[in-house]
């Protein structure tokens, strides 16, 4: 199996589908000051995606 894991900053752009994987992925609600937070810290704050494929060959 190969894959790739791709990390990217947390931006104005992208903060609601960070909201709503949290939503959707964790038993908790995090309130609007979590999400302000995040867009502060920076480079400490990181949106990830995990893709991979099985190879066959």
Do not use: W
Not at 17 to 37: A, C, G, H, T
Not at 38 to 45: F, K
């Amino acid at each position: 199996m190969k894959g790739r894991i791709e990390l990217g900053d947390v931006t104005p752009h992208n903060i609601k589908q960070l909201k709503r994987l949290n939503q959707v992925i964790f038993p908790v609600s995090y309130n609007d000051k979590f999400y302000k937070d995040v867009l502060e810290v920076g480079e400490l704050a990181k949106l990830g995606a995990v893709c991979c494929r099985v190879d066959h060959s």
